[in-house]
């Protein structure tokens, strides 16, 4: 017997209170806040400086990103849904399930290298402040170059862990049967918020130093 999908069944995890168009307001509402944040900044600094600095830019290509996600993510709505359906059993495997969970997969790769971009873009916007502050102090600017490196090696790491979590690299986007989708395997725990985090309490140092 062919199994009906029950469109009562609960949903797990954070589907259970936001629904499709509440995670769209989330989104856009989390855009739009810094959006705001980035404008009131960068008029202060245009009217302090009557021009922007390199801090600035990286902020300016911050907000780009988080953008060019937004928009992905909006489109990536309705796979994400069917998904999130197909997995509490609300939806039954047919014919689409395949070609669903693979375009799902599409979305998120891009996704994850923006994010990761957005948050590495606002550290060297912070780094380009600290760099006037130490450029007097040997030994203070020895240690930004250190922080620099760490920090552009960790964003390297961190965009090819998540672009490499699958062997080989092409299983990413493939969707198999019997398993309901063959990419969930390639999503180890997100290691890649480590150097994050590592990076943040490297550049907490910097700043106490």
Not at 54 to 65: N, S, T
Not at 77 to 100: C, E, V
Not at 173 to 196: D, I, S, V, W
Request: glycine share 4%.
């Amino acid at each position: 017997m062919s199994f009906v999908g029950n469109p009562d069944a609960p949903l797990s995890g954070a589907a259970r209170t936001v629904d499709e168009t509440g995670l769209l307001a989330i989104v856009w509402t989390c855009f739009s806040t810094a959006t705001v944040f980035v404008a009131l900044r960068l008029a202060v600094r245009f009217r302090a400086n009557r021009a922007f600095l390199l801090d600035d830019y990286w902020v300016i290509f911050a907000w780009f990103c988080l953008l060019a996600m937004a928009i992905l993510q909006t489109e990536q709505m309705s796979s994400l849904w069917y998904l999130t359906y197909l997995i509490a059993g609300r939806l039954p495997l047919d014919a689409g399930t395949g070609p669903k969970t693979e375009e799902l997969a599409r979305w998120q790769f891009p996704i994850i290298k923006l994010f990761w971009t957005v948050l590495w873009s606002v550290k060297a916007s912070l780094l380009a402040v600290f760099f006037r502050l130490v450029q007097p102090f040997p030994v203070l600017r020895r240690l930004w170059y250190c922080v620099a490196v760490f920090a552009a090696l960790a964003y390297i790491g961190c965009c090819l862990s998540s672009a490499l979590t699958c062997s080989p690299p092409s299983d990413y986007f493939r969707a198999g049967m019997p398993h309901l989708f063959h990419f969930h395997a390639c999503y180890a725990p997100y290691t890649e918020m480590k150097p994050n985090r590592v990076t943040d309490k490297r550049l907490s140092h910097l700043r106490e130093m």
